[in-house]
T-cell receptor
Framework: NAGVMQNPRHLVRRRGQEARLRCSPM?????VYWYRQLPEEGLKFMVY????????ESGMPKERFSAEFPKEGPSILRIQQVVRGDSAAYFC????????????????FGEGSRLTVL | KNQVEQSPQSLIILEGKNCTLQ??????????LRWYKQDTGRGPVSLTI?????NTKSNGRYTATLDADTKQSSLHITASQLSDSASYIC?????????????FGGGTRLMVKP
């Protein structure tokens, strides 16, 4: 059972370009979370999605950022018109559905996508 | 507002020594609490997961405790090794009608020196 897969692992963009980060959750997982981490800082919540639904996007910047988790395919975090301040590591995590009892809260992280904006 | 506070923010210990990291939370309704280890440049990896009814759980040299009454958890590392140098993150889970809402602590950065 493959873990949470994120790609690309490293992405370089120039200011004004778009960045697309992909996350394939573990098999059977229906919950996906995105976090941003600046160097030497903790993980900051961005968005929580279930299939085709955004559950909580309270951590997402109001502009330029969007996320989706379609019925088929990976979850996508999209950053439009990137700026230097967007440079960070973006981590995705997934967890099983609530039907799996207490283990439904178990969160598995990917290795992250490191975005560098020049 | 749900909050998770970790202390200390950073810690330096000598190899072979023990240490204890603290996590205090105000999260409701509480579902479970997890400790993660995050090595530099890597994704967090789960160390332990504890539900309301569990007081202690061990994973090798890592032992987590949970006091649901005082809403406190600790992570004790025994006989530390250089490879224990990492950030340790406490995450508390609360289920509501929308789903699984997670609250992260700010982490404790541990450095083990030879």
């Amino acid at each position: 059972n493959a873990g949470v897969m994120q790609n690309p692992r490293h992405l370089v963009r120039r200011r004004g370009q778009e960045a697309r980060l992909r996350c394939s959750p573990m098999k059977g997982h229906s919950h996906v979370y995105w976090y941003r981490q600046l160097p030497e800082e903790g993980l900051k919540f961005m968005v929580y999605l279930q299939k085709e639904n955004i559950i909580d996007e309270s951590g997402m910047p109001k502009e330029r950022f969007s996320a989706e988790f379609p019925k088929e395919g990976p979850s996508i975090l999209r950053i439009q018109q990137v700026v230097r301040g967007d440079s960070a590591a973006y981590f995705c995590a997934s967890s099983p559905p609530s039907s799996q009892g207490y283990r439904a809260g178990e969160l598995f992280f990917g290795e992250g996508s490191r975005l560098t904006v020049l | 507002k749900n909050q998770v506070e970790q202390s200390p923010q950073s810690l330096i210990i000598l190899e072979g020594k023990n240490c204890t990291l603290q996590c205090n939370y105000t999260v409701s309704p509480f579902s479970n609490l997890r400790w993660y280890k995050q090595d530099t440049g890597r994704g967090p990896v789960s160390l332990t997961i504890m539900t309301f009814s569990e007081n202690t759980k061990s994973n090798g040299r890592y032992t987590a405790t949970l006091d649901a009454d005082t809403k406190q958890s600790s992570l004790h590392i025994t006989a530390s090794q250089l490879s224990d140098s990492a950030s340790y993150i406490c995450v508390v889970s609360a289920w509501n009608n929308a789903g699984n809402m997670l609250t992260f602590g700010g982490g404790t950065r541990l450095m083990v020196k030879p």
